[in-house]
């Protein structure tokens, strides 16, 4: 019988990032790394200038995933990343651009 292993608390957080961030690759980057991170959520552009995310994983691939955001995709000049924490009961079984 195989073993299910420990169980990971899922976490997911809020995430906005200002600066040079759209017109540069900033969501599709966003969905590859968030891919090779295996994390759950989505990326979109909002009307003021800036990139929202919703992050979904374990505590580990979200800090990386955030260390990435800090300096987005070669043409993207982030000046800030803020994020909280969401509590939600639904599960994002990929990353996605909306």
């Keep these: 019988m195989k073993s299910l292993g420990e169980r990971h608390e899922v976490e997911t957080l809020s995430v906005f ?3 040079k961030v759209h017109g540069v690759g900033f969501r599709a980057a966003t969905v590859r790394q968030a891919h090779v991170l295996k994390l759950g959520g989505w990326v979109r552009n909002l ?3 800036r990139v929202e995310a919703l992050l ?3 505590r580990n ?10 300096r987005g995709p070669p043409l993207a000049r982030v000046s800030d ?4 924490e969401v509590t939600t009961d639904r599960r994002y079984e990929r990353f996605e651009q909306i």
């Design 17 to 19: 990032i200002s600066g």
């Design 47 to 49: 009307p003021d200038g």
């Design 56 to 58: 979904q994983g374990d």
């Design 61 to 70: 691939a979200i800090d990386r995933m955030l260390s990435w955001l800090l």
């Design 81 to 84: 990343v803020t994020h909280e």
